[in-house]
């Protein structure tokens, strides 16, 4: 028996109630609820950009484009800050304009919203319907925009699945999350990341074609990391800079605003336990917190003008090469500010750490 959802073939999932079989390994994510396959009439869909795709943004969306055309699979490898959700606007509305049923889906509910804004503003002739936890009153529709939790919705339902973050957690190493995908697409998908290492399309370079931030390792007793962390704020407060300082888990953060606070900084933690952090996003934007002490929940999904970043305890094991990558990756992402510092605090360098460098370096290459 395999469950046509999950793709569990182990036994001791299943059981049987009267008649009907289900699978305990996925069914706490909930009952599929589109099993009706509608067909969209050819749409009249557009998007509108209020700034022109660079050369190699726009060759990678002719391939894209094509490869889905000749009926493809596409994993594309594209550096943080680069903008590789527009390059998929193109078979987006390629497909929709053909009737076809689509799905831009990501890891993690703040993503979903962000592109969905973003969606919103910039397509017509279509209004997609916006799927996650706690916003679920309409699931189907031609164009869904969902978290990767959603996907137990859909069975063999979409032409076109696109994933955008698919290294991120809680989507990366979950083998259910990774069969409802693959069970809910009928036709093909593209795949994004900035970490992956295969892929069959690559750009190396960002929309404003400067490089990326290469970290800065500095060895240092974590005792005395605190001491270091405060002289780099000191210097960015003095140049209002905006600050993220990373932890590696929940409990370090509330150490380390207790001490910025009691050296006289503006600082607010914010982790997945953090109810509406745009707010504080907006706040950091605004020059009234000198910095945000963060847990990985925003290693992604977000810009901040002119953002410095400051990795504490970078030895932890969170902290593997593509994290790492992606920290970087917050730094240098706006003109004119296309410059900044990562700094990466720990009381050794590690591999993850050096692996990190030498990849940046390489794509700067």
């Known amino acids: 028996?395999?469950?046509?959802?999950?793709?569990?073939?182990?036994?001791?999932?299943f059981y049987q109630i009267q008649?009907?079989?289900?699978?305990?390994?996925?069914?706490?994510?909930?009952?599929?609820?589109?099993?009706?396959?509608?067909?969209?009439?050819?749409?009249?869909?557009?998007?509108?950009?209020?700034?022109?795709?660079?050369?190699?943004?726009?060759?990678?969306?002719f391939q894209i484009l094509k490869r889905y055309q000749k009926k493809k699979d596409t994993v594309v490898k594209s550096v943080t800050g680069s903008g590789k959700t527009e390059m998929i606007y193109p078979v987006i509305k390629?497909?929709?304009?053909?009737?076809?049923?689509?799905?831009?889906?990501?890891p993690r509910k703040a993503l979903t919203q962000e592109l969905a804004m973003r969606i919103e503003k910039q397509f017509t002739g279509i209004k997609p319907v916006i799927v996650y936890g706690g916003h679920s009153k309409q699931v189907d529709g031609q164009f869904i925009i969902c978290t990767t939790h959603q996907l137990f919705r859909y069975r063999h339902c979409f032409d076109l699945l696109i994933l955008d973050e698919f290294d991120a957690f809680p989507y990366a190493g979950n083998?259910?999350?990774?069969?409802?995908?693959?069970?809910?697409?009928?036709?093909?998908?593209?795949?994004?990341?900035?970490?992956?290492?295969?892929?069959?399309?690559?750009?190396?370079?960002?929309?404003?074609?400067?490089?990326l931030p290469v970290p800065k390792s500095i060895v240092v007793p974590d005792i005395f990391s605190y001491f270091m962390m405060m002289k780099l704020l000191k210097r960015y407060r003095a140049s209002k800079k905006p600050v993220l300082i990373f932890v590696p888990t929940i409990k370090d953060i509330k150490p380390v605003v207790k001490f910025l606070k009691v050296v006289g900084f503006k600082v607010y933690g914010v982790s997945s336990q953090t109810e509406n952090i745009k707010h504080h996003l907006e706040l950091l934007k605004e020059n009234l917190y000198d910095?945000?002490?963060?847990?990985?929940?925003?290693?992604?999904?977000?810009?901040?003008?002119?953002?410095?970043?400051?990795?504490?305890?970078?030895?932890?094991?969170?902290?593997?090469?593509?994290?790492?990558?992606?920290?970087?990756?917050?730094?240098?992402?706006?003109?004119?500010?296309?410059?900044?510092?990562?700094?990466?605090?720990?009381?050794?360098?590690t591999k993850e750490i050096r692996q990190c460098i030498k990849e940046i370096k390489a794509l700067n290459a």
Do not use: W
């Open 1 to 13: 028996m395999i469950c046509p959802r999950c793709l569990n073939e182990d036994p001791q999932y």
């Open 19 to 61: 008649d009907r079989y289900y699978c305990r390994k996925c069914i706490h994510y909930g009952h599929q609820e589109t099993s009706i396959q509608l067909t969209y009439p050819n749409q009249n869909v557009d998007y509108h950009l209020q700034y022109e795709l660079t050369k190699e943004q726009k060759r990678i969306a």
């Open 94 to 106: 390629y497909a929709l304009n053909q009737g076809h049923k689509v799905c831009f889906t990501t």
């Open 175 to 211: 083998n259910e999350l990774q069969a409802m995908l693959k069970t809910s697409i009928k036709g093909h998908y593209v795949m994004m990341s900035a970490t992956n290492q295969e892929s069959d399309l690559l750009l190396k370079r960002r929309y404003h074609g400067h490089d």
């Open 291 to 349: 910095a945000l002490i963060t847990t990985t929940i925003l290693e992604r999904g977000m810009t901040v003008k002119n953002i410095q970043v400051i990795v504490m305890k970078g030895a932890h094991p969170i902290y593997d090469c593509p994290t790492l990558i992606q920290i970087a990756g917050r730094v240098g992402r706006v003109v004119p500010f296309n410059e900044g510092e990562v700094i990466i605090l720990s009381y050794f360098k």
